[in-house]
Structure formats: structure tokens, C-alpha cells
């Protein structure tokens, strides 16, 4: 007696599932799956400076040890260690009581000779003295005055002086220390920093594959600007003043395979200390047809080759392998496997692989931001 109405209510659900059917088969068919939408950004060749960045160390632009030139005993230290000195400025005093004497004794033995050459030069007219008497008497003379002159030279080396301006550091001296000339140890020492060097290395490849590059055509010369050189310090601050380079070493280091490169840079505060770590910008070249896409578009696969996805004439995507060579601020600058006009992914990455269609639309998550070629080049 149960049993008839589910059965009852069975027929009835299947009878409705059937007329459902026919109303899809006489109305329109179930939507079919949408194809997935991306984000593109439409690749244009633009004009772009390389910048190389290299690794370097401050040194100062001159340097002079400070040694004695006589011997002596040290009486009084006359500067301020650290302190700015100037070229001729005295440093040290040196005991000068021998060096006096000696000066002194010079100039009597002077005057004798010389009275004697100046009566003998009278008596050898009259002929009362001999010629020859009268060649040594002036011989004695002009020995004297070396002897003078080297005993007023002696003397002045008791005096201590800068031989250039800059900043003294710490003495290695003191007041009662004997000093000899010719002693290895330097009293101390004065190095100039306004302007200053910065010694950069660049790998011999670079500078090779950068020459070929311009001799090819495929980069131009980047014109007035190329000589001038940006630092960038160790807390990653940008050094306020441009230097401009100065020379190429002419040999390669053998350990390392790379070669010097010298700029000088203006240091009015002293805010660069010889042996401090730099990195320098300078420009070596401009591309004027360079590829640069956004860093959200190009990927790696697991064997670290970069690689794009691009949406192709027929909506479908492609994969690309690039060369990815160095980036400039968010963007990578691409040297191979990308043309103009290329229509780069950047997202919705996730959604698709080579093959699918897809639909096209602008993107978002690339910044607006278009810097200009002229900036910083960091290498991968």
C-alpha cells in the first residue's frame, strides 16, 4: 500500500528531467567554457644607455710620506694628527744646534777664502804671486761656497715641512726621538682627498664583447656623457658629485682578468676615506632599437633560461625563450627572443600554457612608470 506513491513520485521527477531536456534542445545550448583572459603589454623599441656597474675602491689623489733629511733629535711636533695641513707648512722641529755650528764655521771659512782669491786676483797683476797660486785661492773660494750652501740646506731641513696639502694623520714620532735621513719609517704621513680617485676593475669580456658591439653598429657612443661617472656608497646612498674618468689601465690582471679603470671625483667634505668600497656607473654605450620588458613577464624555467609568453596574430599563446641580459629599474632589458609589437603576458600567468587562445586585455600590474634609458643598469 506504500509502495505506489514513491513509485508515483518517481515516474513524476523523471518525467520532469525529460521535459527539462527538451526545452534545452528546442531553446539554446549550455554556454561553452570561456577562454581565459591576460594582461598584455605591447613591446616598443626604444633608445637605451648602457650603464655598467663596477665594483671600486676610493685612494687618495696624492700621497707623500714625511721623512727626515738629516739626523737628529726630534724637539717639538707642531701639528694636529688628522688635521688639515698646507704644502710648506712646518711639522716638526729638528735639534739645529750642530747644523748652526756648521753654518756658522761655513761662513768664516767663506770669508777667508774669498779675501784671500780677491788679494791674490791684485798680486797676480803685479805678478807677485803665481797664477797657480792664484787658480787655488779661487778653487778654495767656490769650495766654500758649497760648503755654505750645503750647511744653510742642512738647516733648513731641521725644519720639517709639508711637502703637499692635504690631511696628516697620526704621528709616528715623537718629541726626543732620533731621526736619521734615509730612515724607512716615515714620521707620518699626509694624503690630499679633494678631488679623489676611484680605481674601478672591469672584466676584460665586457670590455671586448662593449668594443665589438660598437664596432658592429649595434651600439652607438654615448656622446659627452660617456667620460662622467656616478658612485653609488656602501649604505646605498648616491654620491652627490659626477667624477669623470681619467684612464684605462694598459695590462690585464692576470688573477683576476680584468683591467683598471681610474675617475676622478671632487670631495669638497671629505666624505670619501681612501680604501672605501664604491660601486661606479659609467655609461659605455647606447642601443637605440633595445627591447625592454617588464620583469612581471619574463620567467624562469627549472634550468635558469629566461623565457616569455606571448600572445600570438591568432590569440594563442606562444612560448619564447629570451636573453635576458641586465635590468633597468623594473624593467629587463632583452636582447633576444623579443620584437616590436610583441604582445608580452604579465598577467594571469597562471591561468594558461603555449597553445591555449586566450582573450587580450591591458595590464595591470605593470607600473606606468617609463624611465628613461639613461638609468641605472644593474646586471642580473
Known amino acids: 500500500m506504500h509502495k505506489k506513491p514513491a513509485f508515483a513520485a518517481m515516474v513524476s521527477a523523471i518525467a520532469l528531467a525529460t521535459l527539462t531536456l527538451a526545452g534545452c534542445k528546442e531553446g539554446e545550448a549550455p554556454a561553452a567554457a570561456h577562454a581565459p583572459q591576460v594582461g598584455v603589454v605591447t613591446l616598443q623599441a626604444e633608445p637605451f644607455t648602457l650603464t655598467a656597474e663596477l665594483p671600486g675602491r676610493t685612494t687618495a689623489y696624492r700621497i707623500a710620506e714625511v721623512r727626515p733629511q738629516v739626523d737628529g733629535i726630534i724637539q717639538k711636533r707642531l701639528f694636529t694628527e688628522g688635521s688639515e695641513v698646507k704644502a710648506g707648512q712646518q711639522l716638526y722641529q729638528i735639534d739645529s744646534s750642530v747644523y748652526q755650528s756648521t753654518y756658522k764655521s761655513a761662513q768664516a771659512t767663506l770669508a777667508s777664502t774669498q779675501s784671500l782669491a780677491e788679494r791674490y786676483k791684485d798680486l797676480v797683476a803685479d805678478q807677485a804671486v803665481s797664477k797657480q797660486a792664484y787658480d787655488e785661492a779661487q778653487a778654495a773660494r767656490l769650495q766654500a761656497e758649497a760648503a755654505l750652501e750645503r750647511a744653510r740646506i742642512d738647516l733648513r731641513y731641521t725644519k720639517v715641512m709639508a711637502p703637499i696639502s692635504g690631511r696628516v694623520g697620526r704621528s709616528l714620532v715623537t718629541e726626543g726621538a732620533l731621526v ?45 656623457n660617456a667620460a662622467k661617472v656616478q658612485l653609488t ?89 629570451v636573453q635576458a641580459e641586465r635590468t633597468q629599474g623594473n624593467r629587463w632589458l632583452v636582447s633576444e627572443g623579443l620584437q616590436p609589437g610583441d604582445r608580452l603576458i604579465t598577467e594571469g600567468l597562471q591561468f594558461v600554457h603555449p597553445g591555449v587562445e586566450v582573450t587580450v586585455a591591458p595590464a595591470t600590474n605593470v607600473a606606468s612608470e617609463r624611465a628613461s634609458g639613461s638609468d641605472l643598469a644593474k646586471r642580473p
Open 180 to 224: 736619521s735621513n734615509g730612515q724607512v719609517l716615515a714620521m707620518a704621513t699626509i694624503q690630499q682627498l679633494d678631488p679623489i680617485y676611484v680605481d674601478v676593475t672591469q672584466p676584460t669580456k665586457d670590455l671586448l664583447r662593449l668594443r665589438r658591439e660598437l664596432a658592429s653598429g649595434q651600439l652607438q657612443k654615448a656622446g659627452e
Open 233 to 321: 656608497l656602501e649604505d646605498g646612498s648616491t654620491y652627490e658629485h659626477d667624477g669623470t674618468l681619467e684612464f684605462s689601465e694598459v695590462s690585464v690582471d692576470e688573477g683576476t682578468g680584468s683591467v683598471v679603470l681610474r675617475a676622478v671625483f671632487p670631495n669638497p667634505q671629505h666624505n670619501l676615506l681612501p680604501g672605501m668600497f664604491v660601486h661606479a656607473q659609467l655609461s659605455s654605450g647606447v642601443n637605440r632599437q633595445a627591447i625592454l620588458a617588464p620583469q612581471q613577464g619574463i620567467t624562469r624555467d627549472l634550468k635558469g633560461q629566461a623565457t616569455a609568453l606571448v600572445v600570438g596574430a591568432d590569440n594563442k599563446v606562444e612560448l619564447r625563450k
